[in-house]
T-cell receptor, first 113, second 113 residues
Framework: GENVEQHPSTLSVQEGDSAVIKCTYS??????FPWYKQELGKGPQLIID?????GEKKDQRIAVTLNKTAKHFSLHITETQPEDSAVYFC????????????FGSGTRLLVRP | ETGVTQTPRHLVMGMTNKKSLKCEQH?????MYWYKQSAKKPLELMFV???????ENNSVPSRFSPECPNSSHLFLHLHTLQPEDSALYLC????????????FGAGTRLSVL
């Protein structure tokens, strides 16, 4: 079955710097790759997603890139702010079971003021 | 506010107790999910319901018993749990099982003594 590896497990950056979180997946049939942000005491919230027919997607300070050949995708956060501090999860799913999101183990991002 | 409400937010129970977790979604969705979130592990999909019919049971022990009386409500009945069942239990919903985007509640933090 699908396996999603996420790195790093923790990441500490200075406010204003960029942060990059990387995920690799094992099943080449996966075609949907969302990123969720989980703040303390809250459930995961979708922040950006990408489908396999696109290589990059941007939404203000966040972007996701996808390399289908290498089977990895990354989350990029620019101009980080303290409110970006949270746990970020990547996930992958396939067209024939689109509801089955396979999650990575999470990255705890700390943005130091 | 994500439109998915879980109660209670915290629950402490003994191994011989019986308790229930409740989830309600106000999004008009037709699919609902239970996930287990343990520290430093990926989210684990437990159950999936589509239009009140269970479509996925991910080898979950029988001490966890889901119930979906209608498309807006989902319950997880707990009995004779083990300490290793202590975790954050998350409920999510999506428009239907063919749509990837899932909306999560804040979770119930369960401690089994």
């Amino acid at each position: 079955g699908e396996n999603v590896e996420q790195h790093p497990s923790t990441l500490s950056v200075q406010e204003g710097d960029s942060a990059v979180i990387k995920c690799t997946y094992s099943d080449s049939a996966s075609n949907y790759f969302p990123w969720y942000k989980q703040e303390l005491g809250k459930g995961p919230q979708l922040i950006i997603d990408i489908r396999s027919n696109v290589g990059e997607k941007k939404d203000q300070r966040i972007a996701v890139t996808l390399n289908k050949t290498a089977k990895h995708f990354s989350l990029h956060i620019t101009e980080t702010q303290p409110e970006d501090s949270a746990v970020y999860f990547c996930a992958a799913s396939k067209a024939d079971s689109s509801y089955k999101l396979i999650f990575g183990s999470g990255t705890r991002l700390l943005v130091r003021p | 506010e994500t439109g998915v409400t879980q109660t209670p937010r915290h629950l402490v129970m003994g191994m011989t107790n019986k308790k229930s977790l409740k989830c309600e979604q106000h999004l008009g969705h037709n699919a609902m999910y239970w996930y287990k979130q343990s520290a430093k592990k990926p989210l684990e999909l437990m159950f999936v319901y589509s239009l009140e019919e269970r479509v996925e049971n991910n080898s979950v022990p029988s001490r966890f018993s889901p119930e979906c009386p209608n498309s807006s409500h989902l319950f997880l009945h707990l009995h004779t749990l083990q300490p290793e069942d202590s975790a954050l239990y998350l409920c999510a919903s999506s428009q239907d099982t063919s749509r990837n985007i899932q909306y999560f509640g804040a979770g119930t933090r369960l401690s089994v003594l």
